[in-house]
């Protein structure tokens, strides 16, 4: 059973940083694409940036190109978030996901994890 367990978020001001961590188990993943994506209340789901298991490409969301990055430990089996100057707009649950293909698509994302809440105050 494949489980994806996100660590991490908190409150801070703007301005600051937080680093997430996403526990990947119950599979290997090579091959698959580990992802962020976050949602602010009354909003979609908003592509945040994603990895690819084996070569470790790296593709992110317009909104935090240059402030965010998205790095992994295959020993560990874990995918972090390293957030930079983090805005109040940063304000959302942050979910880890895990699929097949190196997307931004939401759709193409198999598991999923419970989120983990990220709140920055201006």
């Known amino acids: 059973q494949v489980q994806l367990v996100e660590s991490g978020g908190g409150l801070v001001q703007a301005g600051g940083s937080l680093r997430l961590s996403c526990a990947a188990s119950g599979r290997t993943f090579s091959g698959y694409s580990l992802g962020w994506f976050r949602q602010a209340p009354e909003k979609d789901r908003e592509f945040v940036a994603r990895?690819?298991?084996?070569?470790?490409?790296?593709l992110y969301g317009d909104s935090v190109k240059g402030r965010f990055t998205i790095s992994r430990d295959n020993a560990k089996n874990t995918v972090y978030l390293q957030m930079n100057s983090l805005k109040p707009e940063d304000t959302a649950v942050y979910y880890c996901?895990?699929?097949?293909?190196?997307?931004?698509?939401?759709?193409?994302?198999?598991?999923w994890g419970q989120g983990t809440q990220v709140t920055v105050s201006s």
């Open positions: 996901a895990a699929g097949q293909t190196a997307t931004s698509r939401e759709a193409q994302y198999d598991y």
């Open positions: 990895i690819t298991w084996n070569y470790g490409f790296t």
